[in-house]
Structures are given as C-alpha cells and as structure tokens.
Antibody
Framework: EVHLVESGGGLVQPGGSMRLSCAASGFTFSGTWMSWIRQAPGKGLEWVAHIKEDGSVQRYVDSVKGRFTISRDNAKASVYLEMNSLRAEDTAFYYC???????????WGQGTLVTVSS | DIVLTQSPDSLAVSLGERATINCKSSLSVWRTSNNLNYLAWYQQKAGQPPKLLIYWASARESGVPDRFSGSGSETDFTLTISSLQAEDVAVYYCQQYYYIPIVFGQGTRLEIK
C-alpha cells in the first residue's frame, strides 16, 4: 500500500526557516516525480514545487522561488522542502504527493501544518 | 499564468440526482501530439487530503465509483456525479498539469439538498 507521511511542521516566526520531510513507502520511490502542494486553512489548493525522479529537475511556483528548495533522497525514499524567509502567507497545510504519469496526483500524505506568526 | 475557473462555487443536489461541476481553462490543456487533455479532478472531504477521481480529463482512477465521470476537451471540462450519494459531500477541484505552474481551480462545494 502506498504511504506518504509528512513531518516537520509547526510554528515559526516571520523570516524564519523550516524543513519539511515526507517519507514514502509502498512503491518504487526512485521511479516517480514528487510534489509539494499546500492549502491555507479553509482555502484552496496551491502547487508549490515538484522534483524529477533523479532530482535533476526542480520547478516552483513564483511565490516561493528563491525561498523554498525541494530535494529528495532516493536511498531514504524521502522528499524534502526547505523553506526560508517565511511569510505569514506561507501558513498552510503542506502535502506531499506522488505524481501519476503526466502530472496528476494519485497519492497524498495527510499533511503537516506550518504556521508563520509572531 | 493559466487560470481555471470552476462553476458553480457551491451546489446542493438531492440524493440520487445528478450533480454537474464545470471547469473552464484560460488556455487549452489539450496536447495534439498525444491527443490527451492534461486535466484532473479531485474530491476533498473535510479534514482529509484530496483524492484523485479523474485524470486525462475522462479516465477514472482505480477504485473510484463509476457514478463519477469526466468529460470535455481543450478549455471546457465537466465532472458529473450521476446519482448523488451521501458520501459524495465534499469540495471538488479541477487541476491542469499541462503548464507550469500547475494550477487548481478554486473548488466547488457539493452538499445535499
């Protein structure tokens, strides 16, 4: 069974940093793109970033470019999101998701809440 | 950036009746080289992550009941629930994966009338 488990969320001050992790199991992790998608409380879904199977390609939504970095460790079947210069508008549930071939998402974690507040 | 606009924003339908949700894209998401529309639909129930229902605009994900169907091409798409069940109460999102950034519609809240 496919399983994605996010961790690392919590409360951080504006301007601070945080690293999210997503541990995967139940599938060939090294054979799939992975993504981070966020959802502000009570709001809609926003794609944040994705990374190719071998880590050679990363893409980001404009609002996080230069501040967030997606990475992966295929040996550990994990994907990460390093977040710097955090802003109040980054407050959201952050989900990791498995890319189905083409770019839809057929598996999601339960999400981890990041709250940016002083 | 591409924009996906869903309609309506909210919808109340009686049990057993048909529910229809529309998604209009500001740009075509149809790739001529493979004749595929890069459009997916998700269901999100309260307190849960989204669940993939439909991909390539009309392909039903494994395990999704056949009362869910997707249709449309290029810029206009529809998610249809043929006979609404109580467990279908949720927010539904469309998503395009043709362009970067990947974009979701704003969501449609479906309730029981």
């Amino acid at each position: 069974e496919v399983h994605l488990v996010e961790s690392g969320g919590g409360l951080v001050q504006p301007g601070g940093s945080m690293r999210l992790s997503c541990a995967a199991s139940g599938f060939t992790f090294s054979g799939t793109w992975m993504s981070w998608i966020r959802q502000a409380p009570g709001k809609g879904l926003e794609w944040v970033a994705h990374i190719k199977e071998d880590g050679s390609v990363q893409r980001y939504v404009d609002s996080v470019k230069g501040r967030f970095t997606i990475s992966r460790d295929n040996a550990k079947a994990s994907v990460y999101l390093e977040m710097n210069s955090l802003r109040a508008e980054d407050t959201a549930f952050y989900y990791c998701a498995r890319d189905k071939v083409g770019g839809s998402y057929d598996a999601w974690g339960q999400g981890t809440l990041v709250t940016v507040s002083s | 950036d591409i924009v996906l606009t869903q309609s309506p924003d909210s919808l109340a339908v009686s049990l057993g009746e048909r529910a229809t949700i529309n998604c209009k894209s500001s740009l075509s998401v149809w790739r001529t080289s493979n004749n595929l529309n890069y459009l997916a639909w998700y269901q999100q129930k309260a307190g849960q992550p989204p669940k993939l229902l439909i991909y390539w605009a009309s392909a039903r994900e494994s395990g999704v009941p056949d009362r869910f169907s997707g249709s449309g091409s290029e810029t206009d798409f529809t998610l249809t629930i043929s006979s609404l069940q109580a467990e279908d109460v949720a927010v539904y999102y469309c998503q395009q994966y043709y362009y970067i950034p990947i974009v979701f519609g704003q969501g449609t809240r479906l309730e029981i009338k």
